[in-house]
């Protein structure tokens, strides 16, 4: 508890540091594949990782890649969208799920958790508000719909301590109790809900000249990474599954 003081400040740092890395331009959604392939539709709600912060275009970002890596596997035309910002918390996601229409989504893809963590946000508050969001999203038509997991912020290289150790364990507290929404949410249909935290391992040869996000390369290594887990659970999705046509 000595320390929080001095994590505290560290904090303020992080959040002005993590402003100097690139925010993609480009359009938030578009299309890939074989045009006349059945459709299949991606969404991507989140922070930073979701918007592709760290990239200099939209279309090197996660969402593009990951929708061309799933066109490729399912043999289908992906149409692919982001509802993102580089500050969200998972109670500002919500507030703008919840005050405009969600898009009909086939999968859906959430990637929170790295803001919540840096602003220490109750437990209890982000379990309440993962879960709504989450139902929100099943709301408009998720057949499968996809926690990526809490980005361990304490694994990067460019935190000082003491406030790597303190974001890190945060990070895995709020990971955990997102795996457990994940597994409250639908138990009947267990494949419909997942929760798929790529480790951050994965990203370190991939982060940009601040340390704080993934390369081009990294988020394309997340999507080959991602790509290859959804795949094979869409395709063994149920067709008892609630709105779901087969096209796997």
Avoid: K
Avoid at 120 to 128: A, E, K, V
């Amino acid at each position: 508890m000595s320390m929080l003081p001095l994590a505290m400040a560290q904090a303020i740092w992080l959040r002005m540091a993590g402003q100097r890395s690139t925010e993609p331009l480009g359009a938030r959604s578009g299309w890939t594949g074989d045009a006349d392939a059945e459709p299949l539709r991606l969404l991507l709600a989140g922070d930073a990782l979701a918007l592709g912060v760290g990239c200099s275009a939209t279309e090197r970002s996660l969402a593009p890649r990951l929708a061309y890596a799933l066109a490729v596997r399912l043999r289908r035309r992906v149409e692919w969208r982001v509802i993102a910002e580089r500050s969200w918390t998972a109670a500002e996601l919500l507030r703008h799920l919840s005050l405009t229409s969600v898009p009909a989504h086939d999968i859906g893809i959430i990637v929170l958790g790295t803001n919540d963590t840096i602003s220490l946000t109750g437990r209890g508050r982000w379990r309440r508000e993962f879960q709504r969001i989450l139902e929100l999203m099943e709301s408009s038509g998720s057949r499968l719909l996809v926690s990526s997991g809490v980005r361990m912020t304490g694994s990067v290289p460019a935190l000082p301590w003491p406030l790597a150790s303190l974001l890190g364990e945060r990070g895995r507290q709020l990971d955990q109790d997102a795996l457990e929404v994940v597994r409250r949410c639908r138990p009947e249909v267990h494949q419909s809900n997942l929760h798929l935290p790529i480790p951050a391992a994965e990203f370190g040869p991939h982060l940009e000249r601040y340390g704080f996000y993934p390369t081009a390369s990294g988020y394309a290594h997340w999507a080959r990474w991602l790509a290859e887990r959804l795949a094979a659970e869409w395709q063994a999705l149920p067709e008892t599954l609630p709105g779901f046509a087969q096209g796997g």
